[in-house]
């Protein structure tokens, strides 16, 4: 640098240099964590672990799929943020072999169908796969009914109220 830089030149340099050093701004909604595809089957799996139905909104609705996106992105160990993509990854690969297909293109009766392959091994998993479903039913269990949807339109908690008589379950 030239010893006699005045102060407005050495500004100029610096928003040059800050202007080429600025990252692009992320994509609204786009994932923090997971490539587009990893977080559409992501939402794809949880949405099929819990549907929507006549009673309340299902885990795309509640956010299921963004919460765990941000969790693993925030997620301090490198071994809890690549168990999610090679699980993701194993999941998509059980599909091609099974299904002939990537699993968001499987069709929702061969989607249902490989997951309830898997959660039969749900009490012993062996592969990856069965391993993966295993954390990802309980993850999305846990994220489901943490939100505002599971919470108070799925199981109607209505909070720390007084109720003027108990009607609970008869043990005897």
């Known amino acids: 640098m030239?010893?006699?830089l005045n102060r407005r030149d050495l500004f100029k340099t610096l928003t040059a240099a800050f202007t080429v050093l600025q990252l692009p701004a992320a994509e609204p909604g786009a994932p923090l964590f997971f490539t587009k595809e990893q977080f559409a089957l992501l939402d794809t799996l949880t949405e099929l672990i819990i549907p929507a139905d006549e009673?309340?909104?299902g885990?795309?609705?509640?956010g299921v799929a963004a919460y765990i996106d941000r969790s693993v992105a925030e997620a301090f160990l490198s071994k809890d943020k690549t168990s999610w993509r090679k699980g993701l990854a194993s999941i998509d690969e059980l599909s091609r072999k099974t299904n002939h297909s990537r699993f968001v293109d499987s069709g929702k009766d061969r989607q249902i169908a490989l997951l309830t392959k898997l959660a039969a091994a749900e009490h012993d998993p062996k592969s990856e796969p069965e391993k993966f479903f295993t954390q990802?039913?309980?993850t999305t269990?846990?994220?489901y009914y943490s939100s505002s949807i599971g919470i108070h339109r799925e199981i109607e908690y209505k909070g720390n109220v007084i109720l003027e008589q108990f009607v609970g379950y008869d043990a005897s």
């Open 59 to 62: 885990a795309h609705e509640a």
């Open 141 to 143: 269990a846990f994220a």
């Open 2 to 4: 030239d010893a006699n």
């Open 55 to 57: 009673h309340s909104p």
């Open 136 to 138: 990802l039913k309980e």
